[in-house]
């Protein structure tokens, strides 16, 4: 069966900065989709960004990106120049190339920014 | 194009009552998954629906149902609540089944508590 794992209940970075938010996975597949999500206090789960295995290139989306390492089976998430409203949930998910949406998500690291 | 939207926000229901959920998808969308978040982990996920047939189960008893409309709106109910049923509880449509990758878009949610 599949893992996710995120060793960082909290996190807390200042405005302005870099953080890294952590986390790692198990499978036994070789065709998969990893993500992060990002859960405002307001609850609606939002799509930060997607990295598909098969693609060697880290996944960029304006200041979030991905440090995908498969072998390690490792998929963290940088957030340049945070922003107040960066301050969330942020869960790590998976899903399987197969033929469900099905999302298997770690137990979230709830990220501070401090003005 | 209107998003995902869940009713009602929230509901108290007592141990062994019945409980349904609603669940409108986003427009075009055939494809809903449910997923239930306890305080403090990550979503889980339920079932999947595509075309108004299940097709895909995560580790949920048989109290846990569901359906979708033709219109591709979509209903969890829940039997004989437990106190252990006590969760938000997310709903994400897409498209296409899950065959191949396509965005979830999540809704608010709907809190639950089990009295």
């Known amino acids: 069966a599949q893992t996710v794992t995120q060793s960082q209940p909290e996190m807390s970075v200042q405005e302005a900065e870099t953080v890294t938010l952590s986390c790692t996975y198990d499978?036994?597949?070789?065709?998969?989709?990893l993500f992060w999500y990002k859960q405002p206090p307001s609850r609606q789960m939002i799509l930060v960004i997607r990295?598909?295995?098969?693609?060697?290139q880290n996944a960029t989306e304006n200041r979030f990106s991905v440090n995908f390492q498969k072998a390690a089976k490792s998929f963290s998430l940088k957030i340049s120049d945070s922003q107040l409203g960066d301050a969330a949930m942020y869960f790590c998910?998976?899903?399987?190339?197969?033929?469900?949406?099905?999302?298997?998500f770690g137990t979230g690291t709830l990220l501070a920014v401090q003005p | 194009e209107t998003g995902v939207t869940q009713s009602p926000t929230h509901l108290i229901k007592t141990r062994g009552q019945q409980v349904t959920l609603r669940c409108s998808s986003q427009?075009?969308?055939?494809?809903v998954s449910w997923y239930q978040q306890a305080l403090g982990q990550g979503p889980q996920f339920i079932f999947q629906?595509?075309?108004?047939?299940?097709?895909g189960r995560g580790n949920f008893p048989p109290r846990f149902s569901g359906l979708q409309f033709p219109n591709y709106s979509s209903e969890l109910n829940v039997n004989a609540l437990e106190l252990d049923d006590s969760a938000l509880y997310l709903c994400?449509?897409?498209?296409?089944?899950?065959?191949?990758?396509?965005?979830?878009?999540f809704g608010p949610g709907t809190r639950l508590t089990v009295l």
């Open positions: 994400a449509s897409s498209l296409g089944g899950g065959l191949s990758y396509n965005e979830q878009f």
């Open positions: 499978t036994s597949e070789s065709d998969y989709y």
């Open positions: 990295q598909e295995a098969y693609k060697q």
């Open positions: 998910a998976y899903r399987n190339g197969g033929a469900t949406n099905k999302l298997i």
């Open positions: 427009s075009g969308h055939n494809t």
């Open positions: 629906y595509y075309r108004e047939e299940e097709n």
